[in-house]
Each structure stands twice: as structure tokens, then as C-alpha cells.
């Protein structure tokens, strides 16, 4: 089976500065991977240009047989595929949770109304926040509406969900609720590139964690790299986590 992601030698600049120096790593299909390292070491970038949220200059990035970089590339179908969850919810205010969870359904997969009311129903369950269908987002805490953009993102049925630091501006009882549901993910299949600084979540969830450094990929390997780094730069960034 071809690998769901495929990252080779990708440079990301921001003007003079160049973010991503020739990174390259493989995602499998079903696999849960976390991407760690200290801020400015290029996680968010890669994730960002998995997406087509950045272009690349310079490397290749295939998702799901899509050529990411490739200009004539309609991004619409590539976004099919790609869900993607921020630090920020990004949730509408004037709208209902049910408004919107089905807003992208009806708006790029042209569903009708009541079918895309079903999916947004079961997508809540999925992510324990059925009761919560009709509340406005004011109404609800910052892990709920955390787990509303999961499950915003679970109703178009995306082959690869991209999390970015989403639980970084929680407290530790609703980091605990974000992360159940992506654990909950993870034993379900879902292929996952986590970005994130919970090294617990990692341990428990992820089949490979990919440490980067100085825009590079610096270690990578099973979630025992965590409790055994090979490299000097990863020794001193879990005593940090610590």
C-alpha cells in the first residue's frame, strides 16, 4: 500500500529564512504519528504544507496520490482528503454546532440539509457531544469546541487528519477530553500527524514519533524514543518536557 503522506527533501522559506531545510518523512495509511520539537523547529510548517496552507520551495509532498505541490492542483479535492485541526477553533459564532459541522457539507459535497443534520449527529457522538447539537459555541467550554472542530473536520470523512498543538491553549482537565477523542481516533484507524507538546498522548497513541530540530527531522522511531534518545538534542528537549 502506497504511503498516505510522502514528505522528500522539502524546503519551506519565509524570505531569507529557510524553515524547512530537506525534510522528508513517509506517513502509512492508518498510522498515528507525532511530530515534536521545540518552537521554530519547522512542525507547524510541514503540517501547513501537507495542506497547501504553504506553498514549498523547493522538494515533493504527495497526500493521498495528490502532488501538493503541483500548481494546476485544485485544492478543493486535495481538502477532501486533509482535515485539519488548529490550536484556534475557528468556529463561526453567529451559527449553531450543527450549523457548523454541516456548513462545509453543503457547501463543497452539495448535500442536502437533512443528510448533512445526520452526519453532524453522528460525528457528535463520535466525539461524545450529542447534546450539545443545537448549543452556540459561546455555550460551551474550550475543549468542547475543540472537539466540535474534530468533529467538523470528521464529517467531510478526510483519509488523513492533521492536528496542530490543539490542545496547547486548554487546561489540563479539557486537554484530557481532547485527547481521549484523538486516542479514540487512533484506535479506529484514522491516519494522524500530531503536532504537540503532550508527550503522554504520544507515548499511548502514536506509532512513530518524529522529533524535528533546526527545520530538519533529527530522530525519529517508536514512541520508545521518548524514555531512549539517541541524540544529545532530543535528551535535553524531553528534560524540558519534563
Known amino acids: ?26 506517513i502509512n495509511t492508518g498510522e498515528v504519528v507525532a511530530l515534536i520539537g521545540q518552537s521554530g523547529s519547522g512542525k507547524s510548517t510541514a ?39 488548529f490550536q484556534s477553533y475557528n468556529l463561526f459564532p453567529h451559527m449553531t454546532v450543527a450549523q457548523n459541522i454541516m456548513l462545509a457539507l453543503r ?6 440539509k ?8 453522528q460525528v457528535l457522538a463520535k466525539v461524545g457531544l450529542s447534546e450539545k447539537i443545537d448549543n452556540y459555541p459561546e455555550q460551551l467550554s474550550g475543549g ?18 492533521l492536528f496542530d498543538e490543539v490542545t496547547s491553549a486548554l487546561d489540563p482537565k479539557l486537554t484530557g477530553e481532547v485527547l481521549r477523542v484523538m486516542e479514540d481516533l487512533a484506535r479506529g484507524g484514522m491516519t494522524m500527524i500530531v503536532v504537540t507538546h503532550e508527550m503522554g498522548f504520544a507515548k499511548r497513541a502514536a506509532n512513530r514519533v518524529i522529533y524535528m530540530h533546526t527545520g530538519k527531522v533529527w530522530e525519529t522511531g ?8 539517541q541524540t544529545p538534542e532530543l535528551k535535553e528537549f524531553m528534560a524540558e518536557e519534563l
Not at 500500500?1 to 513517509?26: D, I, Q, T
Open 47 to 85: 503540517l501547513r504544507c501537507i495542506n497547501r496552507l504553504e506553498t514549498i520551495q523547493d522538494g515533493t509532498i504527495e497526500v493521498c496520490g495528490h502532488r501538493v505541490e503541483d500548481p494546476k492542483l485544485d485544492l478543493r479535492v486535495l481538502r477532501r482528503d486533509i482535515g485539519m485541526v
Open 222 to 229: 517508536g514512541a520508545d524514543i521518548l524514555s531512549n534518545p
Open 1 to 26: 500500500m502506497p504511503a498516505a503522506v510522502k514528505l522528500n527533501n522539502v524546503v519551506k522559506r519565509f524570505g531569507a529564512l529557510e524553515v524547512l531545510k530537506g525534510v522528508s518523512f513517509e
Open 144 to 161: 468542547q469546541q475543540q472537539r466540535v472542530a474534530i468533529a467538523r473536520s470528521l464529517a467531510m470523512q478526510p483519509k488523513v487528519m
Open 114 to 121: 437533512d443528510q448533512a443534520y445526520e452526519i453532524a449527529k
Open 107 to 112: 457547501r463543497v459535497k452539495n448535500m442536502r
